[in-house]
């Protein structure tokens, strides 16, 4: 397609950018705007061609910001903009592929611009610089006019780059938060984006997002590039070259898990979704109570005029099928999260899905692949398995549906497993990764409390998940003896030289010995939960305890676990005693075992038990939730978008990355 604008070619010698960038005003009607619009560019695609072209247009900004307040020209090319997109918008142009082609290059050059200002000055001379020698509402018809644009304007081929550049640049806007360390609720812009006249739009913008990101649109042939007039072709190359950029192998990629090269419209759009929302939360934020509020396409209930402001639809079945496809990425794990925990339309109807799987396998691959995956990501994959937990229909019908052959699970073939037995072997995997490297607290209480919903549905549990299950007891169990005998032992030394390091280590001891204490009981509590609810439906568990009896034995006499002990003991003694009968005279498999434990169940007495508040659980968010999202959706931005900024220079990202 043409050089690589890093190496070769120099722009601080083009007559036309030097012009602009210098103190002689431009007016808008000038006829400079037509030829300086008239280039070609492949716009970058990796934060490589990112930072290349910023690196070379670097010194034509600062000259732009110095003579900006004499020339005002970044004024007028965004009047000439507002002109030409109001155009657009009311489809009075003639020569709509020659027409286009020059406002996504005026697009791109005010995104670079403003990209390059947010860097540099503080919020108020941004403003400054863009306001200078208009009216004082320039900024906001801009940013009405982006708006309009990504609502108004079908998304085609011919105008897939002003959409994507007209998402971007609101995204850039937005970016001031990175670089100040006052709350969204206190900047100016986003004032203005939460409260200007376009908040009108915000269920419609919410809607487009959505449907961008749901139909997944691919690059198209030609983006950003006129390849259908030669004459403009030539003009092009007369002035600015051809601005394109090499595409090799060793480039360092947006983001090994981005979408970015392939569908960067459906990226950004989500990504502007997610900042939109997760900012000005403690005031009325038009966007995130549409996103909260959509309802489906398919639903014909009409919607009532007092809430035609604020609801508008989706088509939830096509919204669900990319949600799967994507589900094992972080933004849309966050955007999951957010429908789940939020909008109970959207709930329901996932909850109501006969193909749960889908939706489910590739949260499972993300908690199976902890190592490899980000904390945060982790968390969210596991609050929306509780979320979903909560409900008892999804505990049921996951053990209904049957999967083969799950090769991506290594440790044990597994020829044929239900989907909750696999959901169960994936957590209590996380339980023990957490306790063994990460150790956080907050981690395996979420996985125990969506195991503890999910128990009193557990069904036809595989032989190999209740030797995970009872596998996960024992190897807690022998890590809280081991401790609780070193503190033991720890304390009755009376060595004056290890005084210090004993006190230090018996603390450090006592508060993991009460994790374990807690994780131990919670343990025994879903055991307890499955056996009463559903022990005619789980032989493979019974017979599991069984043959592990042994090491519930040392926490007969505990208090902290006496009450719940004692209902596994009666199970476990209930079952032997009837083995203990058919095997006086005869020996027995494994398989006539099982057939016992299936006929005993039939005639368990239920009221042997003693009864235990059932195991509910209910995510709620945290006191103060956007000191984790805002960080969180500002990294997701930098790494799967071509938006990059230096974390040094951002105290919100720096406490991410």
Not at 341 to 362: G, M, Q, V, Y
Not at 502 to 531: A, H, K
Request: include cysteine; proline fraction near 4%.
């Amino acid at each position: 397609m043409g050089t690589a604008v890093s190496k070769n070619l120099d722009l601080s010698t083009n007559e036309y950018l030097l012009k602009f960038v210098s103190n002689q005003p431009i007016s808008q009607n000038d006829p400079f705007w037509n030829r300086f619009v008239a280039f070609n560019i492949s716009p970058p695609m990796t934060s490589n061609d990112q930072l290349a072209l910023e690196s070379k247009i670097e010194n034509l900004c600062q000259l732009l910001l110095k003579n900006n307040h004499i020339s005002g020209n970044l004024g007028s090319i965004i009047d000439v903009f507002l002109s030409r997109a109001s155009e657009l918008l009311a489809a009075t142009t003639t020569d709509a592929s020659l027409f286009i082609w020059q406002l996504f290059n005026i697009l791109f050059i005010i995104r670079c611009i403003l990209k390059f200002l947010t860097e540099t000055v503080t919020e108020e001379q941004l403003i400054e610089q863009v306001e200078y020698n208009g009216n004082g509402m320039r900024l906001e018809a801009f940013i009405d006019s982006l708006v309009k644009i990504i609502v108004d304007v079908e998304v085609k081929d011919s105008t897939y780059g002003i959409h994507l550049e007209a998402v971007t640049t609101l995204l850039v806007f937005l970016s001031v938060q990175l670089h100040s360390n006052r709350k969204s609720d206190q900047s100016n812009i986003y004032r203005l984006i939460m409260r200007g006249k376009h908040t009108t739009h915000a269920p419609l913008l919410i809607k487009s997002l959505l449907i961008n990101y749901t139909n997944q649109d691919k690059v198209p042939v030609g983006y950003g590039a006129n390849t259908g007039h030669s004459l403009v072709l030539g003009i092009a190359a007369e002035l600015w070259s051809f601005l394109t950029f090499s595409r090799k192998s060793d480039e360092l990629l947006v983001s090994e898990t981005s979408d970015y090269q392939e569908v960067p419209l459906a990226t950004q759009s989500l990504l502007l979704v997610l900042v939109l929302v997760h900012h000005w939360t403690t005031k009325n934020n038009p966007y995130r109570n549409s996103l909260f509020l959509c309802m489906n396409s398919a639903d014909n209930n009409p919607i009532p005029p007092t809430q035609a402001s604020i609801l508008s639809r989706i088509d939830y079945n096509a919204l669900y099928t990319t949600i799967c496809k994507k589900a094992s990425g972080d933004v849309t794990t966050l955007l999951l999260y957010l429908l789940l925990h939020r909008n109970e339309p959207i709930k329901a109807f996932l909850l109501s899905r006969p193909d749960l799987d889908l939706l489910i396998i590739p949260i499972l691959k993300t908690l199976y692949n902890a190592p490899n995956s980000n904390s945060h990501h982790i968390y969210m994959s596991l609050i929306i398995l509780l979320i979903l937990s909560e409900d008892d229909s999804f505990n049921k019908t996951i053990h209904e549906i049957k999967l083969k052959n799950i090769v991506w699970y290594t440790e044990r073939s597994l020829t044929e497993v239900s989907l909750g037995g696999l959901l169960v072997l994936v957590v209590i995997r996380t339980v023990q990764y957490n306790m063994l490297k990460m150790r956080d607290k907050y981690l395996h209480t979420n996985c125990l409390a969506a195991l503890a919903n999910m128990s009193a549905q557990f069904r036809d549990l595989h032989p190999y998940v209740s030797q995970r299950l009872v596998s996960l007891f024992e190897t807690l169990a022998k890590r809280y003896q081991k401790l609780s005998t070193k503190l033991l032992n720890g304390k009755n030394i009376k060595t004056s030289e290890l005084a210090i390091t004993v006190v230090q280590d018996g603390d450090d001891m006592e508060q993991d010995i009460t994790v374990l204490e807690e994780v131990l009981r919670m343990v025994l509590e879903i055991f307890n939960s499955c056996l009463s609810n559903q022990l005619v439906n789980n032989p493979n568990l019974v017979y599991t305890l069984l043959y592990n009896k042994h090491i519930f034995e040392p926490f007969k006499e505990n208090v902290a676990f006496q009450d719940i002990i004692q209902n596994i003991d009666i199970i476990i003694q209930y079952f032997s005693t009837l083995l203990d009968d058919k095997t006086q005279h005869n020996e027995v498999d494994a398989y006539q075992v099982l057939n016992v434990i299936q006929q005993g169940a039939k005639r368990w007495p239920k009221d042997k038990l003693k009864k235990f508040p059932d195991l509910k659980f209910k995510y709620v968010e945290e006191d103060q939730p956007e000191e984790f999202f805002i960080p969180y959706v500002w990294t997701l931005v930098s790494q799967q978008s071509i938006l990059h900024w230096i974390n040094d220079n951002s105290p919100l990202l720096a406490t991410v990355c």
